[in-house]
Structures are given as structure tokens and as C-alpha cells.
């Protein structure tokens, strides 16, 4: 799988699954999606930190005032302190991601041999022919 083919999963692609497993119209899966991404967000407001144990663990980042520059301008200005949401995954999620991306990184790499072999017994065959005239 090239990096291509690895399209990020969209909105509408979480709601068609979600419709499909659970048997819902498209608007009720989209409901539901959009309430658990409320709820999620009032925790965050609220404690600043959220445990799913079978994903990973969703916080609150606190990211300090620093120097920087004005792109536009170039001049000095200072990037104002702020929160920011983050994400740890699950290490049974990431090992089992990592096990993916190490079967499609081998499959490739086998693909592509077998296209690199293709190439060279080509070239031999056409050397061999230009020699012959």
C-alpha cells in the first residue's frame, strides 16, 4: 500500500462505518458521532483529560509563550501561550498498527524486487540482443 493509498479516514467515512456495523440511517450515525465528539470535548474543558483504555488517552497540552516571527513582516513577536488538545494511543492499538504497516511495507518491498529482477532480466536480454548485432 503506497502512501497514496493510505487516505486519511474522513468524517463521513466514520459515519458510513458506524452506519454499517450498527444497522442505523446515516443521520443517526452522524448524531451519535457528533455526541461523542461533544462529549469528549466537555471533559476535556472540564478535567482536562480523557481514558478510552481500547484507544488511548485524549489531554489537555499547555504549550508556553515563546519568541517568534511575524511571517508577513519578519518582525519579532511573541506566540501567545495556549491549550492544546492531544493524543496518546493505546500500545495494543499501535502495536497491532505497527504490525500492519510492517506486512504492507514488506509486501512492498517484495513487489518491488520482483520489479527491480523484472527490470535487470530486460536489460540482459536487450544487451544480449544488441550484441548479437
Do not use: Y
Not at 509563550?65 to 506566540?79: D, E, L, Q, Y
Amino acid at each position: 500500500m503506497t502512501k497514496d493509498e493510505r487516505k486519511p479516514l474522513t468524517r463521513l467515512d466514520l459515519i458510513d462505518a458506524v452506519r454499517k456495523r450498527i444497522g442505523l440511517s446515516a443521520e443517526d450515525a452522524s448524531n451519535i458521532l457528533e455526541d461523542v465528539v461533544d462529549a469528549i470535548s466537555e471533559v476535556l474543558q472540564s478535567s482536562g483529560r480523557f481514558v478510552e483504555p481500547e484507544l488511548g488517552r485524549f489531554f489537555v497540552k499547555h504549550t508556553p509563550a515563546r519568541p517568534g516571527r511575524n511571517p508577513k513582516t519578519g518582525s519579532p513577536a511573541i506566540v501567545p501561550a495556549k491549550l492544546k488538545p492531544s493524543f496518546i494511543m493505546n500500545r495494543r492499538l499501535r502495536d497491532k498498527m505497527k504490525a500492519q504497516w510492517t506486512s504492507d511495507k514488506s509486501a512492498r518491498q517484495t513487489t518491488n524486487e520482483a520489479t527491480v529482477g523484472d527490470l535487470s532480466a530486460a536489460k540482459l536480454v536487450t544487451n544480449e540482443k544488441d550484441q548479437e548485432k
